[in-house]
């Protein structure tokens, strides 16, 4: 497939996979050809004049005209882009692309002896920091990562708790919290919930990192910035810490859940929002709603956890009955064969001693609320 690349054009591209790798010059091109056959998850963009006629069987593409015509599409196709080109003219050609952070592509950069690999466009949020290393581990060549929070060996605040699937509340303060903790500021952390091992360097947490039990120790301790990790929906006393701070939500709520068939999504939903609210925890935290096994087809409760991107966990009358509940049904158990479908299900999930709701009956659903321990 040759691309015919004209001004005010944009081409239509067959992507294949995740990552696109685009060489313009003759070595550049033999290390591309390298590199596809070692990176599987890249489509193969070069110049139609180092056609060697193995392409369509390599599913290697092929463009002619300025490669400047092909970044738009690559921009919005691809999560990361591999660029064989001189640093300065990626940089140039990129400029008009720019959007913002959250959404432009991983960019990363090959000399053209692939002797160095550089992280140029996206680096934390992105990944073009850990594609960078991944590239560079298969080429054999020297990473280049100038983020400082990397190249510090401290918390990168825009990914902190991101590998468990932390989300931010708000990404508001982030640039300046980053700052404070790339600066060596003084700096709380304080987690009610959610996974410990977030630290991943082998060496202790740099002095000005410190980590607080209470947001009430962090805010008599008055640091530069505070990254705070709860499930909990703050108290106004408790805002406070955010004036520089970045609240993040750790996946730890359990919601079991049991319903009459037919049970509208509309009422599911209505009725997990208003316990969450009345439990003062954030919907940001849901990871799970569990039922029986009867309940794996129930239309309602796939829908709202397709809505939120929840997961939707069932078990049997049997792995339910296993597990020690405050309120056992002998009427449940007469319908499912277990003796409670939403408590039961929320302690199975959670491994949690104790629920923040046992049970409660709404309407035709019974919702119970757990918060896994770490």
């Known amino acids: 497939m040759t691309l015919v690349l004209e001004e005010g054009k944009q081409v239509a591209l067959e992507q ?4 696109a790798v ?7 091109v033999e290390l591309a050809r390298s590199l596809h056959a070692t990176f599987p998850q890249a489509d193969l963009f070069y110049m139609s004049k180092f056609e060697r006629g193995d392409e369509q069987r390599r599913h290697i593409s092929l463009f002619e005209g300025n490669v400047r015509l092909l970044l738009p599409s690559l921009f919005q196709s691809y999560k990361g882009i591999i660029m064989i080109v001189s640093l300065g003219a990626v940089v140039r050609m990129i400029a008009p692309l720019l959007k913002d952070k959250k959404t432009d592509p991983a960019v990363v950069v090959i000399d053209d002896k692939g002797e160095h690999v550089i992280s140029v466009l996206s680096g934390h949020l992105g990944g073009a920091n850990e594609l960078t290393k991944e590239v560079a581990e298969l080429l054999g060549a020297t990473p280049v990562i100038t983020t400082a929070s990397d190249v510090q060996k401290t918390i990168p605040v825009d990914l902190f708790g991101s590998r468990f699937g932390w989300v931010w509340e708000s990404g508001e303060k982030l640039t300046p919290v980053s700052a404070s903790v790339v600066n060596e500021e003084q700096v709380a952390v304080i987690q009610e919930s ?9 060496r202790p947490l740099p002095e000005t990192i410190k980590v607080y039990e209470t947001i009430e120790e962090a805010l008599e301790a008055k640091p530069n910035a505070a990254l705070v990790v709860t499930h909990r929906n703050l108290n106004n006393n408790e805002k406070e810490i955010l004036f520089n701070g970045v609240l993040y939500r750790p996946k730890v709520i359990v919601i079991g859940m049991g319903c009459n068939r037919g049970t509208s999504m509309e009422e599911i939903e209505k009725v997990i929002c208003d316990t969450l609210d009345e439990l003062q925890f954030s919907i940001k935290s849901v990871k799970a709603i569990c039922s029986i096994d009867l309940k794996k087809d129930e239309e309602g409760l796939l829908a709202v956890s397709q809505k939120y991107n929840w997961e939707f966990t069932c078990y049997s009358a049997e792995e339910l009955n296993r597990m020690q509940i405050d309120d056992p049904s002998e009427t449940v158990f007469k319908f499912t064969g277990a003796y409670g479908v939403s408590e039961p299900a929320a302690r199975l999930y959670s491994g949690a001693e104790s629920l923040s709701l046992i049970k409660k009956k709404s309407g035709n659903v019974t919702i119970s609320v757990a918060v896994i321990p770490y």
């Open 16 to 19: 294949k996979s995740t990552y």
């Open 22 to 28: 685009v060489a313009i010059t003759k070595h550049g």
């Open 194 to 202: 959610g996974e410990k091992e977030w630290w991943t360097y082998d």
